[in-house]
């Protein structure tokens, strides 16, 4: 077993931050792909694969009736057009997301930090390094 010097407490305040931008940044990722659904209307799928695919909302026309699966014509009730209209699928992933994605940023931020003053103080308690000569060649 090795002998190591005991952990000071900014060591373990730098493991909190650590475990803590860790979080930060895997509660929003894994909460981007659980799917929503505008029941009814549309299937929204994961927010990830909204935002990234360039996915629309889908509205009835004028008759009540939106395109189903393969085309076909899907005549909606009239609480079903009301969700259509107001509880769009951009709105509610956006109320999903827009919060994570300060939670994330801060995640990112803290993560980074940590890693840069880790580095340094690392690279200040590394040993010094010899010089290294190198022989010149005989002229």
Known sequence: MTDR?????????????????????????AISVVPVDNAGVQHCGTPAA????????TYPDAHGQIRGAGGRAITLSKAAQDRAYHHQCSRRIAHRMAPLAFVLTGGLAVGLGVLVVSMVVWWRRSPPREPVHAALPAS
């Open 5 to 29: 010097p005991p952990r000071s407490l900014p060591s373990h305040v730098g493991a909190l931050l650590g475990w803590l931008a860790v979080v930060a940044i895997a509660v929003p990722l």
């Open 50 to 57: 909204f935002l990234l695919g360039g996915r629309v909302d």
